[in-house]
């Protein structure tokens, strides 16, 4: 996941009151030595309901994160989880 998306979603979750952190050089299963950032939360569910509830804003914080990069935040090839624990992390 690109850092800078990864940030956003760390402060999307802060800001909805929700626990986030952000992992760097995280290598997931079937990326054969090759790392990524990833967003370690407690629950994907309220990482995806924070996602959805911050795209029918009309000051979206992942959309303004996207415009600063010159990306869209939808450009994702996939998005895969692996569990760390009592923890996942998304990336």
């Keep these: 996941m690109d850092k800078a998306i990864a940030q956003g979603l760390v402060q999307l979750m802060e800001e909805q009151g929700h626990e986030a952190s952000l992992y760097e050089d995280y290598s997931g299963r079937g990326m054969y030595g090759g790392s990524t950032t990833g967003v370690v939360v407690d629950n994907i569910g309220t ?45």
Aim: hydrophobic share 45%; glycine share 2%; proline share 2%.
């Design 47 to 91: 990482l995806l309901q924070a996602v959805m509830s911050d795209a029918l804003e009309d000051c979206s914080i992942l959309r303004e994160v996207a415009e600063k990069h010159d990306m869209s935040p939808l450009d994702v090839d996939r998005i895969s989880f692996d569990s760390l624990g009592l923890q996942q992390i998304v990336y």
